[in-house]
């Protein structure tokens, strides 16, 4: 197994659901990136992979339980063409749902 093996390649392409945003809305996911217990720079590449994938339009959610990678994730979504819609917080971390521009 490589160094970013396939730990959770099954769980990254979960299908869609929808999120309650922290203003009360809701936004339908298109697909999931679970980066729990993930550090980086694996949260930033799962990311920047799913929002390469993805059509104009798309939501693409990214579940982040690790502070650091949670910043550089956001910081990083102006280069990746992506529109941060929200980030609520859950019980393991965030869900920070991007819609690719």
Known sequence: MGLFGGKKQAAASSGAASVALEDGSSVAVDEWVDCLGDSCPRPQLMTKKALGKASSGQVVGVK?????????????????????LGSPKGDRGWQVVIRRN
């Not at 550089?72 to 063409?81: F, I, R, T």
Request: a negative charge.
């Open 64 to 84: 982040i339980d690790n502070p650091t990678s949670f910043e550089a994730v956001l910081a990083m979504l102006p280069e990746l063409n992506g529109t941060l």
